[in-house]
């Protein structure tokens, strides 16, 4: 009776085993293009060239920015904020997923609905360096604000935060 129960038993736990098999996880829409970066704020002349003793332009160092995919999880969008670390934006952009490359113009921000952005953006795949030398991805975007007045007072065009992938290695922070 004993060896019934048990055989019993031990059919009902591997039929039960046997159907508990998970879906894969299955990634996002943009995951290639999406990321934690650093990045540092320059300001740039109409040509997109720092100009000189505007480099970190307003002292934040090296900050981070988020890139990801909009909630409607398209191949072909692309959301970008700085988590509140520069001027507190976050914006939709239009992806071009073969190049790497993003962009909107006169997009509403999802922080400051009366702000409207410019953005540009282009990924580079293995262009960057981390702090510990080893590679990484870099990232280039040239971004403005129609409630910003810094660059008409002082003479320049627009922002370039520049930098590369985050790595969650401290010796990269």
Same mark, same amino acid.
């Given at each position: 009776?004993?060896?019934?129960?048990?055989?019993?038993?031990?059919?009902?736990? &591997?039929? %039960?085993? %046997?159907?508990?098999?998970?879906?894969?996880?299955?990634?996002?829409?943009?995951?290639?293009?999406?990321?934690?970066?650093?990045?540092?704020?320059?300001?740039?002349?109409?040509?997109?060239?720092?100009?000189?003793?505007?480099?970190?332009?307003?002292?934040?160092?090296?900050?981070?920015?988020?890139?990801?995919?909009?909630?409607?999880?398209?191949?072909?969008?692309?959301?970008?904020?700085?988590?509140?670390?520069?001027?507190?934006?976050?914006?939709?952009?239009?992806?071009?997923?073969?190049?790497?490359?993003?962009? &909107?113009?006169?997009?509403?921000?999802?922080?400051?609905?009366?702000?409207?952005?410019? =953005?540009?953006?282009?990924?580079?795949?293995?262009?960057?360096?981390?702090?510990?030398?080893?590679?990484?991805?870099?990232?280039? =975007?040239?971004?403005?604000?129609?409630?910003?007045?810094?660059?008409?007072?002082?003479?320049?065009?627009?922002?370039?935060?520049?930098?590369?992938?985050?790595?969650?290695?401290?010796?990269?922070?």
């Amino acid at each position: 009776m004993k060896k019934t129960l048990y055989s019993f038993i031990a059919l009902f736990a &591997a039929i %039960a085993l %046997a159907s508990c098999s998970k879906d894969p996880i299955g990634g996002t829409a943009t995951q290639e293009y999406a990321g934690e970066w650093y990045v540092t704020c320059d300001a740039v002349d109409e040509n997109d060239n720092v100009i000189p003793g505007y480099e970190d332009l307003f002292g934040l160092g090296r900050f981070n920015i988020v890139t990801y995919n909009s909630s409607a999880n398209n191949t072909n969008e692309l959301m970008v904020c700085d988590l509140g670390m520069f001027w507190d934006f976050r914006v939709k952009t239009a992806l071009n997923p073969a190049n790497y490359t993003f962009s &909107a113009v006169d997009a509403q921000d999802y922080i400051d609905p009366d702000c409207l952005v410019d =953005i540009e953006g282009a990924i580079y795949k293995n262009a960057g360096r981390q702090n510990n030398g080893s590679v990484a991805d870099s990232i280039c =975007i040239y971004v403005s604000f129609s409630n910003d007045p810094y660059p008409d007072e002082y003479g320049y065009s627009r922002y370039k935060l520049s930098g590369v992938r985050y790595s969650g290695l401290v010796e990269n922070d």
